[in-house]
């Protein structure tokens, strides 16, 4: 299973990105999708994640700002983020819990990141 994440940049503050992750592999369902980031001298934190039943749950900073939302058919998940600050700099990395079609369980793979940055 790979993820490729897209849509970082460079925003001024008061801006909107939009972020995707997409998945490949043989994958038989998908359950949670989530995203974290990590800004420079911190631990990776937990932005957003939506699970199979589209239930969402949102990091406190980021509520009423930012949108998860997901598409299994297509497998992949995005993140509307809108009135950026500069708090929100940060690598943006996907997170998948999947069930691949050769396996009875469930595995966490991680995207490659994608850098956003909000100017002041």
């Known amino acids: 299973v790979q993820l490729q994440a897209s849509g970082g940049g460079l925003v001024q503050t008061g801006g909107s990105l939009r972020l995707s992750c997409a998945a490949s592999?043989?994958?038989?369902?998908?359950?949670?999708m989530s995203w974290y980031r990590q800004a420079p001298g911190k631990p990776r934190a937990l932005v957003a994640t939506i699970t199979d039943t589209s239930r969402i749950i949102h990091e406190d900073s980021v509520k009423g700002r930012f949108t998860v939302s997901r598409t299994n058919a297509k497998g992949t998940v995005t993140l509307q983020m809108n009135s950026l600050k500069p708090e929100d700099t940060a690598v943006y990395y996907c997170k998948f819990n999947v069930r691949e079609t050769w396996s009875d369980s469930y595995s966490d793979y991680w995207g490659q990141g994608t850098q956003v940055t909000v100017s002041s």
């Open positions: 592999g043989s994958i038989a369902n998908f359950n949670y």
